[in-house]
């Protein structure tokens, strides 16, 4: 596995998205990324109830523990990575969350425009 370079939408060192709920495809606390990560989870959300139903609505219920995976669910206000195909089309949808750009895998920009990125961000001044 090739673990592409932990660096964020600006260039910058990647900061960590959640260590609780840890997330992550490498389960690392950060969007990293490798060339396995066929789903590319490099966006940092921040849950909304509104994504949650989204989501389950589309056949990924993330709020429902599955504690065989140690997952514990997810509720409003904690961060997540997400997928970048799926927050691009709940952006297209109208239900996208809020994300952190500090928290934003570079790699996202090769399926989300920086421009879209930067509407939702919640950590520009």
């Not at 495809?25 to 994504?51: A, K, P, Q, Y």
């Not at 997952?71 to 970048?84: I, S, T």
Request: overall charge negative.
């Amino acid at each position: 596995m090739e673990i592409d370079a932990s660096l964020n939408v600006f260039g910058e060192v990647l900061e960590s998205c959640s260590d609780n709920p840890v997330t992550g495809f490498l389960r690392d606390g950060c969007c990293n990324t490798s060339d396995t990560d066929i789903g590319s989870h490099t966006v940092c959300i921040e849950v909304t109830t509104d994504f949650l139903e989204y989501s389950r609505f589309k056949g990924n219920d993330l709020s429902t523990p599955m504690l065989e995976f140690n997952f514990p669910g997810l509720r409003p206000g904690d961060r997540w990575c997400l997928c970048a195909q799926r927050w691009l089309e709940a952006y297209q949808q109208g239900m996208a969350p809020k994300i952190h750009l500090i928290r934003t895998h570079q790699k996202a920009l090769e399926i989300i425009p920086i421009e879209v990125l930067k509407m939702y961000a919640v950590d520009l001044n």
